[in-house]
């Protein structure tokens, strides 16, 4: 049986403007400028620079728009040849390459150099071994990490030079190689399999003396007790004073526990931050300016603009001058978009900054990380009347140049605590409490965790011992064995 009935829907939906607009917020700088050369690339509509067409916009208003808002364009009004006559000239006819000898060079030299594994290779040719050894010799180098390390078993090893390089060998054959040939390629300690074999293999390069024979002693026959800092029971194992096991660990503690990151050519390229905003500190107020990198000019292409007035001339009737118009308006009316969106982006970062700022104003006046104040998104959104995603884009990205270095801004937000007054008091201030007391600690007798729960209590902040745990990891700061010296 049929039945008919009304059903009442909530939808909300974007539009691929409002779409464009969050993409752009929630890029930073470097990111935003690649995406402002994409566009300029694919929209030639979209032009850079201070000068802006004339009267575009009473242009636009003088056009005939149907009820879809897609404008009227009549056939007779098209003229769109005299516009693309320019195309029958190569390009090369329209520029000019003429240099002086006086003439700047612009060119931008590219660095070169020998990566960390070719290095490696390259040192093969200098032992005298036979091709099957050399083959797994490049295969091992081909399996070392950047970090220095094989870290695949012997066994697997084997299996891959089988399938892989056509090379059936035993295991004890891999490992003579390994340990005769690649684990005395430079830098000293590549090619080992755990970071025990790679410190013992760093000290027996070495010349022999009385603390190098001991670390060797102590790494081979007791590292879980070095390891976890049971210094007790190494002092008892091998009947050394205090004094010559804290020699012996300074003797240990001068080797590279990832030697492939020592190689000068494996250097990666450092990512550069381009701070989104700067901030200063001008006569005792703070001042906030947007980084000019995020303010382009642009503006629409004079030559599309005359295009789109020249057509109203042609009494013409073609489909191909048609197709034309629909492209020039279509272009046009994307790059009057992403103009817009590009102000819109410039407001929002503005406005969400300029409350983060107020609201944190005399952490950015002193640098006093213990006068942060509880912050979380939704107090920003809701004094600027912006949703908490949209906050969320600006915060995650988006950095800031301070008096005290460039910060990321979501680590000004925080969770909030009461102290023992009852006063809210951020998370980072407790954390930044917990660092100075742990770096103020006697590193003979390390605070435990419980102790730092009540020093933090006698401190006017009173959390539990498991809170204490958890900033503790969030520090990345040890345990109190581990972080205990002798």
Known sequence: MLKQSLHYKLLQKLSPQQIQLMKLIQL?????????KQEIEENPALDTGKEEPENFEDTLADQEFDDTGNEKIEAEDINIDEYLSDDEYPSYKTQANNYSADDEEKNVPYAAGTTFHQSLLNQLNTFM????????AEFLVGSIDDSGYIRREIIDLVDDLAFTQNIFTEEDKVEKVMCNVVQRLDPIGVGARDLKECLIIQLKAKSATKYRDLAID???NAFDHFVKKHYKKLQEKFNISEEELKDTITEIGKLNPKPGSSYAGNNKIAEQIVPDYSMRIVDGQLELTLNSRNAPELHVSREYNNMLKGYQESKEKSKSQKDAVFFIKQKLDAAKWFIDAIKQRQQTLLVTMNCIMHHQYDYFL???????????????????NMDVSTVSRVANSKYVSTPYGTKLIKEFFSESMKNDQGEDVSTREIKKILETVVSEEDKRKPFTDEKLSKLLKEKGYPIARRTVAKYREQLDIPVARLRKEI
């Open 218 to 220: 102590i790494l081979e």
């Open 366 to 384: 002193t640098g006093d990380e213990r006068k942060l104040k509880p912050m979380i998104l939704k107090d920003i959104a809701d004094k600027i």
């Open 129 to 136: 071994i036979d091709e099957e050894e050399r083959a797994i």
């Open 28 to 36: 930073p700088t470097q990111a935003f400028e690649e995406r402002l």
